[in-house]
């Protein structure tokens, strides 16, 4: 037996939430020998599967983040061989896709900020190639005549979420990880997380419980106070649309509409995905007719041609931010209570090493250096 399952063997860890992040930490923790259990009374029915799936470290580059960029960067690189093993053990597709993002870009004042981004990549050595409008169609025939610019950045991918939790939900179950469909409440016991209750009542007694519950993870029962900042829900209208044949689009497109952000997402299996509205209201989940004409209006200015294509979904998601928008991962200050949540719009991107870290910390009782600092700790004293 190996150091680490020996050091893991026979200890126990409850999970609460089964999204991506949820899955992706038991599955790791049940493969180093943890007995683990999950709760969640609808997995995968957050922002798990209403995210777009798109892989972009580079693209998604923010001045002020560049701590978040590189955890970003090494989970893109993790994810290769995250997807082959997944795959192997779930016996299911992940919709892995290696096509790279094309960023265009419309008037002056947004080619401007397509320069100036290029500039960011180029100072931090982050490899993207920047393209005449000309160029960008030649990729992509059905862009609009009016896109000006573009900057191709070949290795920023995309995934299907939706194909990827589905195998994440097989390759857990199949690894011993007990699924409890209910909702469930913190047990704290002599100033320790000490498992979890379930609706029925019945309780999850376990040595560490991990918070992976998205935006509700401060909202949950038995959660003592000041043990986390507040994640706060950011609602995210997306559609999803059909394409016919040829696919309208062979790689995702990134585009700044006159000020306006919209990307589009197409899928192998001729899905077209169309995001994300921003904003802010707690957790309404509706479905606004200004958020779906805003982005049809922008991504028809991308790609004309969308207009012909059926709308066959139109829903929301809550994505989870934390005070600075970046994810928080690792001990709280609640003994044996560890924290795998806060990651906005890095979710679906940061599974991979999300799952490496905390599994490790798990198994081995240490978080890895490059998670550091994403301590919860890192925000001092709570209000």
Request: negative net charge.
């Amino acid at each position: 037996m190996s150091p680490v399952l020996a050091h893991a063997h026979g200890r126990d860890c409850a999970v609460l939430g089964g999204g991506l992040i949820g899955l992706a930490i038991a599955w790791r923790a049940a493969l180093g020998g943890l007995s683990v259990h999950l709760a969640d009374p609808e997995p995968g029915v957050g922002a798990s599967t209403a995210a777009a799936g798109m892989l972009a470290p580079v693209t998604e580059a923010h001045y002020g983040e560049e701590r978040l960029l590189e955890l970003n960067l090494r989970s893109a690189r993790r994810y290769p061989e995250f997807v082959a093993e997944l795959e192997r053990a779930s016996g299911l597709p992940t919709g892995y896709d290696t096509h790279g993002t094309l960023a265009v870009a419309f008037d002056r004042d947004d080619r401007a900020v397509l320069a100036e981004t290029a500039a960011y990549h180029r100072k931090l050595d982050l490899e993207s190639t920047p393209l005449t409008g000309r160029e960008a169609r030649a990729l992509e025939p059905m862009l609009a005549t009016g896109v000006q610019a573009g900057l191709l950045v070949e290795r920023d991918y995309q995934v299907d979420n939706r194909l990827l939790h589905s195998a994440l939900l097989a390759a857990a179950i199949r690894a011993g990880v007990r699924i409890h469909r209910s909702r469930a409440a913190l047990i704290v016991e002599n100033g320790r997380a000490r498992g979890l209750r379930l609706e029925s009542g019945e309780t999850l007694t376990a040595d560490q419980v991990v918070l992976a519950a998205g935006c509700w993870s401060s909202e949950i029962p038995g959660l003592p106070p000041d043990v986390l900042p507040r994640v706060r829900p950011i609602r995210g209208q997306i559609l999803r649309l059909a394409m016919g044949t040829p696919p309208t689009l062979t790689r995702t497109v990134r585009a700044m509409v006159r000020g306006r952000y919209v990307y589009l997402v197409p899928r192998a299996h001729g899905e077209l995905v169309i995001g994300a509205t921003t904003d802010e209201l707690g957790f309404d989940t509706s479905v606004t007719s200004g958020g779906v004409y805003e982005l049809l209006r922008d991504a028809h200015e991308v790609v004309p041609g969308i207009t012909e294509l059926p709308l066959v979904e139109s829903r929301t998601g809550l994505r989870p931010g934390s005070p600075d928008n970046a994810p928080l991962l690792g001990e709280t200050v609640l003994p044996c209570l560890i924290a795998a949540t806060g990651h906005y719009r890095n979710g679906v991107l940061l599974t991979p090493i999300t799952a490496d870290a905390i599994a490790a910390l798990l198994i081995d009782g240490a978080l890895p250096e490059y998670a550091a600092p994403f301590s919860p700790e890192r925000f001092g004293g709570l209000s």
